[in-house]
C-alpha cells in the first residue's frame, strides 16, 4: 500500500512539474499564437542554472556556488528568460516560421553545448553534486518527498492563479487581440513585436521554473533530459488538453503523462525482451499520432479555450 | 583547409537539394515543414530496397561502375525512389496537411509537421531497425586528389556532386525556359494572382510536393552513400536544411541551392574554431546571424 502511495506522490510530482511548464507553454502558444519548438531548452536553462547556481562545488565543472535554494531556482528561471529573450529579439519581428525554427533550433543546440561542454556542465555524465534543500531536516525518504509535492503543487496553483489574472487583464487581453489581428492591434497604437516578446520571455520563465524543480526533484540533470521528446510531450499534453484554455492545460498534462507512464510500462512488461529496444519508437509514434490526430479531428483540444467577450466595466 | 571547403561543398550539395523542396512548400503553403527531412530518410531507405531488390532480380546490375562503389542497380533504385518518395510527400500533404489546411489553420500546420516527422522517424526505425546500414559492402577508399596540400575524396561523393550540379542546372533550364516553369514562380510569388491566370493551385501543389520529395530522395541517398543509412538522417539534417533555407530567403530557389554551399561550407570551416562535438550547433548560430543581419535573406523578399 505505501509503495502505491509513493508511487502515486511520485507520478503528481513529475505530472505537477510538467504541468507547470505546459501553462507556460499556453502563455506562448494558447493565449499569444507563438510557437515555441524548443521547449526542452527553457525547461533545461532552468533546471541547469538552479543546479549549477545551488549545487556543492565540484571538481570538473562549473558551479557549486551553494546559493540559497530560492536564489538558484530565481536564477534558474532567469537563465531561461535570458535565453527566450535571445530567441525572441532576433525573431518576433519576423514571419512566425522563423521563430519556430529558431526554438527548435536553440533546443538542438542547446542539448548540443549541454552534452559537449565538461566544464561547463559536466557534459554527457550530466551535473551532480546537488544537495536537495532542507534535506537535513526532512530526510530523504517519503516525508521528503510528500513535503516536496506540496511545494510543487503549491507553485502549480500559484503559476496557474498568476496565469490566470494576466490573461484577465488587460494585457492578456492584448495578447488575444494580437493573436487575432496583428494589423488591427497595431492601428490601436499597439505595439505586438514588444508585447510578444514579453509574452514569449514570460513563459519561457515559467518553463525555466519548471525545469528548475525538475532538477531539484532528481538533484540531477543530464542532456538526456533535454531531448527533443520532452518538446514534444508537453505540446501533445497542450493540445490533448486545449490550447488556451489552463484548466485543460494542466488536466490534459496529467492525461498525457498518465498514458506516457502507462504505455512506457505496458510495453516493458508485455513486449518481448527483442523488441525492448523500440518501445521508444512505439511511444514516440504513439505521440505524434496523439499530436496529428487532435489536430485533424480536435484542434479545440478536449477541454477548449472560453473565449471571453470583454465589455468596458468587465474583468 | 582545403579539404575542409571541399568537404563543405559536398555536404553542401545534399543540402541544396534538400532546401530546393523545402524553400518551395514553405513559400507555397506558408508553414515551416519539419516533416521535410524525413523525406531524405524515406529516400534513402526506398532506395536502400530498391537497390537490393534490383541485384536479386537483375544480378548483370550488381557490377560496379568504373570507380564508384555505386552501380547500376543502385542508379535504377534512386529513380525509383525519387518516385515514391514524391509520391509520400504528396500522400502525408492528402492526409495530413490538406486537411489542416483546410481548416485555415496555418500555425497549427507546423504542429502537424512536427508531429508526422515523429511518426515517419520511428516508423522507419521499427521497419528496418536502429541500426545504421550501407549501400556496399565493399570498402571505396578515397582518392588522392592532391598530396600538397592533401585532398582526399570518395569517388562517390564526386558523381554525387556532379550528379547534384546537373540536376540544377536542368532544373534552372525548366524554371526559367518553360511554361510550367514560369507557372510554378508565379504560384511561389502570389498564388491568389497566379490562379487568376489560370494555374490550377491543386495541381501544382501536388507537383511541388513531388519535385521537393524526389530532390530530398536524391539528398538522402547522397547522404548515405557519402556517410551512413540512418532512421536519424531526418532528425541530423533538418536544422541544416531550414539554415540553407533561411540564408537563401525562403522562397527563393536559387537562395536554397546558395544557402545549402554556404551551410555546409560554414559548418565545415566551423571546425577550425569548434571541437567536432559542437558542428549540431553550428546551423542554429547561423539562422541567428543571418536573423539579426539580414532577416529576408539573400534573395528572400520581406513578407509578414
Known amino acids: 500500500m505505501i509503495g502505491v502511495i509513493s508511487y502515486l506522490v511520485f507520478f503528481t510530482t513529475v505530472a505537477s512539474i510538467l504541468a507547470i511548464a505546459v501553462l507556460g507553454l499556453n502563455l506562448q502558444w494558447g493565449n499569444t499564437g507563438l510557437f515555441n519548438g524548443g521547449v526542452a531548452a527553457f525547461f533545461g536553462a532552468g533546471a541547469y542554472g538552479t543546479l549549477i547556481l545551488g549545487g556543492t562545488p565540484q571538481a570538473g565543472h562549473l558551479g557549486g556556488f551553494g546559493l540559497f535554494y530560492p536564489l538558484a531556482v530565481l536564477g534558474g528561471m532567469a537563465a531561461a528568460g535570458v535565453l527566450a529573450w535571445i530567441v525572441g529579439v532576433a525573431t518576433l519581428r519576423l514571419r512566425h516560421d522563423y521563430l519556430a525554427i529558431s526554438t527548435f533550433g536553440v533546443a538542438v543546440a542547446f542539448e548540443n553545448v549541454m552534452r559537449n561542454a565538461e566544464a561547463l556542465a559536466g557534459g554527457a555524465k550530466g551535473l551532480r553534486g546537488f544537495e536537495r534543500p532542507l534535506r537535513d531536516a526532512l530526510g530523504d525518504g517519503f516525508v521528503y518527498n510528500i513535503a516536496f509535492l506540496l511545494v510543487v503543487l503549491v507553485l502549480l496553483l500559484a503559476t496557474y492563479l498568476f496565469l490566470e489574472r494576466l490573461v484577465g487583464s488587460p494585457f492578456g487581453r492584448l495578447l488575444r487581440a494580437i493573436r487575432e489581428d496583428e494589423t488591427a492591434a497595431r492601428s490601436l497604437g499597439k505595439s505586438p513585436a514588444r508585447v510578444r516578446l514579453t509574452a514569449f520571455v514570460t513563459g519561457a520563465v515559467i518553463m525555466g521554473l519548471a525545469g528548475a524543480l525538475y532538477g531539484t526533484f532528481y538533484a540531477f540533470v543530464s542532456p538526456q533530459d533535454v531531448l527533443p521528446t520532452l518538446t514534444f510531450q508537453i505540446w501533445a499534453m497542450l493540445i490533448v488538453g486545449g490550447a488556451g484554455n489552463n484548466r485543460g492545460a494542466i488536466l490534459g498534462t496529467f492525461l498525457i503523462w498518465g498514458a506516457w507512464t502507462a504505455s512506457g510500462w505496458a510495453l516493458s512488461r508485455f513486449a518481448p525482451i527483442e523488441a525492448q529496444l523500440y518501445a521508444g519508437s512505439i511511444q514516440y509514434v504513439l505521440i505524434g499520432l496523439v499530436i496529428v490526430g487532435m489536430l485533424l479531428w480536435r484542434p479545440q483540444g478536449l477541454f477548449p479555450e472560453r473565449l471571453v467577450v470583454s465589455q468596458s466595466g468587465q474583468g | ?304
Open chain 2, 1 to 304: 583547409m582545403i579539404q575542409h571547403l571541399l568537404d563543405g561543398i559536398l555536404i553542401g550539395a545534399i543540402l541544396s537539394l534538400g532546401a530546393i523542396g523545402l524553400t518551395m512548400v514553405m513559400h507555397m503553403l506558408r508553414f515551416a515543414n519539419f516533416s521535410h527531412a524525413e523525406l531524405l530518410s524515406i529516400g534513402a531507405y526506398a532506395a536502400l530496397v530498391f537497390d537490393k531488390l534490383f541485384k536479386v532480380l537483375m544480378p548483370v546490375l550488381a557490377d560496379q561502375i568504373g570507380p564508384l562503389s555505386m552501380t547500376w542497380a543502385l542508379v535504377l533504385a534512386i529513380v525509383l525512389s525519387m518516385a515514391l518518395t514524391g509520391a509520400s510527400a504528396v500522400l502525408f500533404d492528402r492526409l495530413v496537411f490538406r486537411r489542416v489546411r483546410e481548416k485555415g489553420e496555418e500555425l497549427s500546420m507546423v504542429f502537424a509537421s512536427f508531429g508526422l516527422a515523429l511518426i515517419v522517424r520511428n516508423v522507419i526505425g521499427l521497419v528496418f531497425g536502429l541500426h545504421t546500414q550501407l549501400y556496399s559492402q565493399d570498402i571505396v577508399f578515397a582518392v588522392v586528389l592532391s598530396r600538397d596540400p592533401l585532398l582526399l575524396v570518395k569517388p562517390d561523393q564526386l558523381a554525387a556532386l556532379a550528379a547534384t550540379l546537373a540536376i540544377m542546372a536542368a532544373l534552372h533550364l525548366v524554371l526559367s525556359r518553360t511554361t510550367f516553369g514560369y507557372a510554378l514562380r508565379a504560384v511561389a510569388e502570389n498564388p491568389v494572382l497566379a490562379q487568376v491566370n489560370g494555374i490550377d493551385l491543386r495541381r501544382m501543389i501536388v507537383i511541388v510536393w513531388l519535385l521537393g520529395g524526389g530532390l530530398a530522395s536524391l539528398a538522402g541517398v547522397f547522404y548515405g552513400l557519402s556517410n551512413q543509412i540512418s532512421p536519424v538522417i531526418g532528425r541530423d539534417l533538418v536544422l541544416p536544411i531550414f539554415a540553407a533555407t533561411i540564408v537563401g530567403g525562403i522562397g527563393s530557389i536559387y537562395g536554397a541551392v546558395l544557402g545549402g554551399f554556404i551551410v555546409g561550407i560554414a559548418a565545415n570551416l566551423a571546425l577550425f574554431v569548434l571541437p567536432s562535438g559542437y558542428s549540431p550547433s553550428v546551423p542554429f548560430l547561423i539562422i541567428i546571424a543571418v536573423l539579426l543581419l539580414r532577416p529576408n535573406g539573400l534573395f528572400g523578399e520581406a513578407r509578414t
